[in-house]
């Protein structure tokens, strides 16, 4: 069965920097976009991130964009997302999604890991 | 940041029947596909519907959706208590995509 699994949250001060990872199983993850999404405490969700499958187009939303990177390694079955100059507004669980080509909803999510950005 | 607006909650009895509107414009819901997410509580979001109207094979039809214009509407039937959660309306514009406000089920 299709597995996401996350990685790589914790507590990190403001400006420091933190790098998430999504385990991905059950699937070719090859053939799919991958998102980051994120949801503050008590808060709606918030895209953060896309890649396309073979990571030719990546788009952010103005919120996050120059401090995080997305990248993958479909030879790894791995999603990264890297966070720079981190934010107390950054708080968050961050969960990746897979999205199938072509279409334009995630079928299937993480379970999250909670990035805590604090002095 | 939320482009997409919903009502904050709705609630109903255990079988009445409750609708979520998820209100856009012609950039987004207008030109796009609408997805809907069932996020209970302490997990992760979920597929509900899919192309405005389209279930996954595991959800029951007691979930439907629809859209019009820049709008788009989930209805669920025969509300049941374990329906009460956090429910998100989906779209994209531009290669971005957004989320809706979220709206909160009670079941009463």
């Known amino acids: 069965q299709v597995q996401l699994v996350e990685s790589g949250g914790g507590v990190v001060q403001p400006g420091r920097s933190l790098t998430l990872s999504c385990a991905a199983s059950?699937?070719?993850?090859?053939?799919?976009?991958m998102h980051w999404v994120r949801q503050a405490p008590g808060k709606g969700l918030e895209w953060v991130a896309v890649?396309?499958?073979?990571?030719?187009?990546?788009y952010y939303p103005d919120s996050v964009k120059g401090r995080f990177t997305i990248s993958r390694a479909n030879f790894r079955n791995t999603l990264y997302l890297q966070m720079n100059s981190l934010r107390p507004e950054d708080t968050a669980v961050y969960y990746c999604?897979?999205?199938?080509?072509?279409?334009?909803?995630?079928?299937?999510w993480g379970q999250g890991t909670l990035v805590t950005v604090s002095s | 940041q939320s482009v997409l607006t919903q009502p904050p909650s709705v609630s109903a009895a255990p079988g009445q029947e409750v609708t979520i509107s998820c209100s856009g414009t012609s950039s987004n819901i207008g030109n796009n596909y609408v997805s809907w997410y069932q996020q209970l509580p302490g997990t992760a979001p979920k597929l509900l519907i899919y192309?405005?109207?389209k279930r996954p094979s595991e959800i029951p039809d007691r979930f439907s959706g629809s859209k019009s214009g820049t709008s788009a509407t989930l209805g669920i039937t025969g509300l049941q208590t374990g329906d009460e959660a956090d429910y998100y309306c989906g779209t994209w514009h531009g290669g971005r995509r957004v989320f809706g406000t979220g709206t909160k089920v009670t079941v009463l």
């Open positions: 999604a897979r999205e199938e080509y072509g279409e334009y909803y995630f079928d299937n």
């Open positions: 059950g699937f070719i993850f090859g053939h799919y976009a």
């Open positions: 192309d405005n109207e």
């Open positions: 890649i396309a499958y073979d990571g030719s187009n990546i």
